[in-house]
């Protein structure tokens, strides 16, 4: 079985009433720092900040009634299981959700909000998964995957529709994969109101199960690493997905975990929008000059979700900033006599850093006493700011350590 154009069109009929036509926006700033006519589609604007929300509520309406009063059962790194979770509550469909014990505390938190009963369990969503398949087998429960069931891939689909349409002269969308559900859904539907348009799909290099995928003619195991990304961490892609995807989609790109780091802090600084890492990869795909292509073009990025730990966010843009060339760490040997540090922090200050944290280290020093090791952070504005700051420190007899 597969899907067709009608079934998404089907789909945005049957949720109209419980889903949030997303604006699809033009960025001034983004389209300036990137040389392309950049929109966002503001998926992490639905109620539960993210695009699962659709395909959930598709798949849930078109049980039978004997499966509503049941339930379903779903395995979820986060976001789909938020979207089941609100939608079953809204329709009055129990609900239950297994989620990988890294699932962001966010997430977890929410779901029970929305009256859900949540099972963490797996190290990640196959493993999650296969407790769902377990539990689902023995409640009779209906199990929902979040990105091969057609219904949610349809569902999906629906954005796909909205950006045809609020967009209609559009170049290229740049599109998530994560288990191929959401960029299958689209492709289904843009590709078939605007044929001409390119369908990039981004994927972090640390979970590039859809690339294996296409490598391989069929969806295959991957060793996936932690990332940024976390709702892309799908060790399979579904099969359904897949099919209609590699057909469709144009090119798939891979996104190291630095430049979706920055992406995420650009977001948040240009367009005061909080992205979380599988959302804000789109844009990454723009900085990291990927697709060179597209300069001058078009181009839309849809971001899918913002719901993202604070914790985690700290993290995120710290590392971002050091990417970006505005923190550096330095370890450097200074006099540990009297004026010694007022000295280095003199220079440093001349220069236009700001020391943000230090530490001095002596026991661990040269066999110099009368010298000592600082470790610190340091606000700067670039990587050539750093330069500039390491040359002016040398020049005045600071030396750097490892």
């Known amino acids: 079985m597969s899907i067709e154009f009608k079934d998404v069109e089907a789909a945005a009929g049957r949720i109209a009433d419980g889903i949030a036509r997303t604006p699809c926006v033009h960025s001034i700033p983004l389209s300036d720092l990137t040389g392309m006519q950049i929109y966002c589609k503001l998926e992490y604007l639905q109620r539960t900040g993210s695009f699962k929300e659709r395909g959930a509520r598709n798949a849930l309406l078109q049980l039978s009634p004997e499966q509503k009063s049941r339930g379903v059962i779903a395995a979820s790194a986060g976001n789909h299981a938020l979207g089941l979770s609100y939608h079953g509550q809204l329709l009055r469909i129990p609900v239950t959700v297994v989620m990988p014990k890294f699932a962001p505390l966010t997430k977890v938190v929410n779901c029970r909000k929305f009256g859900a009963t949540v099972i963490l369990d797996g190290g990640n969503i196959g493993e999650a998964k296969t407790k769902a398949d377990e539990i689902g087998s023995k409640r009779g429960l209906a199990y929902i995957n979040g990105f091969d069931d057609l219904a949610i891939i349809a569902g999906q689909g629906t954005i ?12 290229a969308v740049i599109v998530p994969i994560g288990g191929a ?17 390119q369908i990039i799909g981004v994927e972090p290099d640390r979970a590039a199960s859809f690339m294996a995928a296409m490598v391989a003619g069929k969806p295959v195991d991957f060793d996936m690493k932690p990332t940024i990304a976390d709702g892309l961490a799908v060790p399979k892609v579904g099969r359904n997905g897949f099919e209609i995807a590699s057909k469709l989609v144009d090119r798939v790109l891979l996104l190291r975990e630095h430049d979706i780091a920055v992406s995420v802090l650009r977001l948040l600084e240009m367009e ?32 899918t979700g913002g719901n993202i730990d604070i914790s985690t966010l700290g993290r995120i843009l710290e590392r971002g900033l050091t990417y970006d060339g505005r923190l550096c760490r330095l370890n450097v040997t200074i006099s540990d006599r009297p004026g010694g540090l007022a000295r280095f922090a003199s220079v440093v200050a001349e220069e236009g850093g700001s020391i943000i944290e230090i530490n001095h280290d002596r026991a661990f020093a040269s066999d110099d006493i009368t010298t000592v090791v600082v470790h610190c952070v340091i606000e700067t504005r670039d990587a050539e700011h750093i330069a500039s700051l390491r040359k002016k420190l040398a020049s005045e007899g600071f030396t750097e350590t490892e």
Request: hydrophobic residues 50%; contains cysteine.
């Open 160 to 171: 796909g529709l909205e950006i045809a349409s609020q967009a209609p002269d559009l170049d």
């Open 181 to 197: 559900g959401l960029v299958a859904g689209v492709a289904l539907a843009v590709k078939k109101m605007r044929p001409n348009a």
């Open 272 to 303: 005061k929008a909080l992205v979380e890492g599988g959302g804000a990869i789109t844009l990454a795909a723009c900085l990291a000059g990927t697709v060179p292509e597209l300069k001058d073009k078009k181009v839309v990025l849809l971001l």
